[in-house]
């Protein structure tokens, strides 16, 4: 497989982008939701200010698209058998985890997790996985999927005014307030360190509507062929048919991480957020409030962290996509159903991968997205 670098990752992401918009208008304690945790359904919006001007789930890799699961809880194991035509490699079809020693790679460590994938995000090479096409709930992971499809599109300097939705969502807060002005970039900082839902909604609404985000959203999954992933809303809280997989994680992730202005965002230990006065008490306006990044991985010096999300609700348990670079190799893993500390859970892959990774055979690979193979209009081109 032809390697991908950075550079090259963004520039696909950005032609997948390009099509889309041509067709549609600590980690134990990361996103802490409480029990239970209510289905969240995100329909249109009442209100929907813009930024201001300066501002069946498939494992197969064909083309057709699955439908939406819709019930609470998720659709069967769709692991399939080793000789199935599997997305990304006939071994990710396997149930349990795989890895290939051959080469003389020491053993897997033990993670508690119910599905996972480590691999290598330059080449694409997936080094080892556990279920990685069994669906389950995303909890905030879903949040990069929102920033990978909402960054190319906002400007960061534009301001967008705090609406009563954005206030009053559940769970996880970075702390917006109706009436406040904030800038696009507070509101991805917002977004990616305290995993707020209000910035998840926030982002939607000046992108446009949050139902019309959520469509856009699942155009960029499915470019990235990421075709167990179904988003209902752009903050990842448990909702009716919201599903996706390790694998799908780690496509989206690895999207995410070739993005310069994302990694800005989520390697980031801590932002300054607004923290604005109470008008009806006619009070001073307050210094911002410092919002910490919940990715241990980063806040704990992790050699080599770039991010990239957390995530928890009660349906979902722990989730985490951690990535970290060291020289000319950067390793990406995804886990679902964390049942140990979510950083302690990545640390033992990528430390695996990290010191095996000369010896790993790999057992398949991260596909590239939809629009990275179609012919460019010069390929298509006949010279007589």
């Known amino acids: 497989m032809t390697p991908l670098s950075r550079r090259g990752i ?30 969240v359904d995100m329909g249109d919006d009442t209100a929907s200010p813009s930024a201001s001007p300066s501002a ?56 508690k ?23 389950r709930r995303p909890a905030s992971t879903l949040k990069t999927l929102t920033a990978l499809t909402l960054l190319p599109q906002l400007e960061p300097d534009a301001t967008w005014i705090g609406t009563a939705r954005a206030q009053n969502t559940y769970g996880s807060k970075a702390g ?21 839902n209000d910035a998840a909604i ?60 994302f990694l800005t965002y989520a390697g980031a230990k801590r932002a300054e957020f607004p923290n604005p006065r109470n008008p009806k008490k006619n009070g001073k306006e307050r ?17 080599g962290a770039i991010g990239v999300k957390t995530g928890y609700t009660s349906q979902a348990g722990r989730t985490f996509i951690g990535a970290a670079q060291r020289g000319n190799t950067t390793l990406i893993v995804s886990l679902m159903g964390i049942r140990e500390p979510s950083d302690e859970a990545a640390r033992k892959l990528l430390n695996w991968g990290f010191k095996n990774r000369g010896q790993i055979v790999p057992i ?9 193979m179609e012919p460019t209009v010069a390929e298509e081109t006949v010279v007589p």
């Open 287 to 303: 210094k911002p409030i410092t919002i910490y990044n919940q990715n241990d991985l980063v806040m704990e010096n992790y050699r």
């Open 176 to 196: 917006i307030r109706i009436g406040r002005e904030y800038t696009i970039d507070e509101l991805f900082a917002g977004l990616l360190l305290p995993s707020g």
């Open 10 to 39: 963004a520039a696909v992401v950005g032609v997948a982008i390009g099509v889309i918009l041509a067709v549609t208008p600590s980690a134990m304690a990361a996103d802490p939701t409480p029990v239970p945790a209510p289905l």
């Open 56 to 111: 069946s789930p498939t494992s197969s890799p064909t083309s057709s698209l699955p439908s939406s699961p819709s019930e609470n809880s998720p659709p069967s194991d769709s692991t399939l058998s080793p000789d199935s035509d599997v997305l990304g490699g006939s071994q990710l079809g396997k149930r349990g985890a795989v890895a290939d020693l051959s080469a003389g790679a020491a053993t897997l460590p033990q993670v």
């Open 202 to 261: 926030a982002l939607a609404q000046a992108h446009s509507t949050v139902s019309a985000t959520v469509a856009e959203m699942n155009q960029v999954a499915r470019d990235l062929q990421a075709y167990n992933t179904t988003a209902k809303n752009p903050s990842g809280l448990d909702a009716k048919g919201q599903f996706s997989t390790a694998y799908d994680l780690a496509l989206i992730g690895r999207a995410a991480i070739a993005r310069d202005d």
């Open 113 to 135: 997790a119910r599905t996972w994938l480590l691999a290598d995000a330059t080449t694409g090479e997936v080094l080892a996985a556990k279920n990685p096409h069994k669906t």
């Open 364 to 372: 398949g690979e991260l596909v590239a997205p939809l629009s990275a």
